[in-house]
């Protein structure tokens, strides 16, 4: 697994990934943001600046490596994630499985063509940017592309999280992983954790900020 680390070419994109983070922690550029789902905990104002964004809902990239790590253990073809941010994380889930592709949904028009912008940054080509609301697009992409790798990571509410669950259990008919982050978040995340099963759930695992699901 950290054989890709020890290639020169990967770890210089890895190390490029945080120096890119580090820049746009240090951005003044403000933008209008649409709040979705269950909103931030820390201010509901809709303009937001890009430093503020990245800091408080963009994975930092141990973290992005880390989820990527995983994908990649499993070998997996398609990497599914709910919720783009500024991109990093999909570029990162993108140079660590040069074997898979990775579908990324934001519904934000502003971050998703920045992530797009970043991407092409990093001339990472196995990215397929979708600019939608989760509710519009996830059954169609579940059913096209069965990916066996999800990343749930946008719109913490308890009831969005089950119900995003309950659709990849319907639509999936693989061996498919299911990471869903921030599951200590709030007393609705904990709950949606706690609810979360469905006759193909074969291991469900909590860390402290994410949760493993394996389906069957
Ligand atoms: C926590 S951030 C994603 C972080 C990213 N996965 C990472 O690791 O850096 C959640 C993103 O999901 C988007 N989002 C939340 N609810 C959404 C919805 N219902 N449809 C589409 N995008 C949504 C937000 O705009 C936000 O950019």
């Given amino acids: 697994m950290l054989k890709l680390l020890k290639h020169n070419h990967t770890t210089k994109k890895i190390f490029q990934v945080l120096w890119t983070r580090r820049r746009l922690l240090l951005s003044d550029f403000q933008f209008y943001m649409t709040d979705f789902g269950s909103g931030s905990r820390f201010s509901k104002n809709k303009k937001k600046l890009l430093r503020v964004v990245v ?32 991109g990093l994380s999909a570029v990162v889930m993108g140079i660590l499985n040069p074997q898979a592709r990775i579908i990324t949904i934001e519904g934000d028009a502003t971050l998703h063509s920045f992530a797009r912008r970043i991407a092409s940054m990093f001339n990472q080509k196995n990215i397929i940017f979708v600019n939608a609301l989760f509710d519009d697009v996830l059954d169609e992409i579940l059913d096209t592309y069965q990916p066996d790798f999800i990343f749930v990571d946008g719109n913490h509410s308890r009831d969005a999280t089950l119900l995003y669950f309950r659709h990849i259990c319907d639509k999936v008919s693989k061996d498919t992983l299911v990471v869903v982050d921030d599951i200590d978040w709030s007393q609705g995340m904990r709950e949606a954790w706690e609810k979360i099963s469905c006759p193909r759930v074969r291991k469900k695992i909590g860390f402290v900020k994410f949760g493993i699901v394996s389906l069957k």
Avoid: N, Q
Wanted: charged share 25%; glycine share 4%; hydrophobic share 45%.
């Fill in 55 to 86: 800091r408080r809902s963009c994975s930092s990239v141990p973290k992005s490596i880390l989820i990527a790590l995983i994908a990649l253990r499993k070998k997996v073809r398609t990497i599914l994630e709910l919720g783009t941010c500024i």
